[in-house]
Nanobody, 123 residues
Framework: QVQLVESGGGLVQAGDSLRLSCAASGRTFSSYVMGWFRQAPGKEREFVAA????????YYADSVKGRFTISRDNAKNTVYLQMNSLNPEDTAVYYC????????????????WGQGTQVTVSS
């Protein structure tokens, strides 16, 4: 069982940066692939980024590649999402998720979810 708690969301202007954090409970954090997803109003939840168990491999949606960076600190049981050059299209509730399987961009493959943190980017 893994419990996930996101933080770091907020209201920013276009071009600004934010760093989201996701703190995980449990002693097996390093055995999970971690992912970030987001859901905008009226839209389906979409994949943003994922990171392998050890942090050596990362995956990104095309829409955020080059702007967002996912990282993890297994000693702190925390995964991060550094978001740069934010634009209004990035406005959404951001969720972190954990899976014991190999990485996936499908939300159905993730077993555990946080409650989400709101990111709002004004133009």
């Amino acid at each position: 069982q893994v419990q996930l708690v996101e933080s770091g969301g907020g209201l920013v202007q276009a071009g600004d940066s934010l760093r989201l954090s996701c703190a995980a409970s449990g002693r097996t954090f390093s055995s999970y692939v971690m992912g970030w997803f987001r859901q905008a109003p009226g839209k389906e939840r979409e994949f943003v980024a994922a990171i392998s168990w050890g942090g050596g491999t990362t995956y990104y949606a095309d829409s955020v590649k080059g702007r967002f960076t996912i990282s993890r600190d297994n000693a702190k049981n925390t995964v991060y999402l550094q978001m740069n050059s934010l634009n209004p299209e990035d406005t959404a509730v951001y969720y972190c998720a954990a899976t014991s399987r190999v990485w996936s961009d499908r939300s159905s493959e993730y077993d555990y979810w946080g409650q989400g943190t709101q990111v709002t980017v004004s133009s």
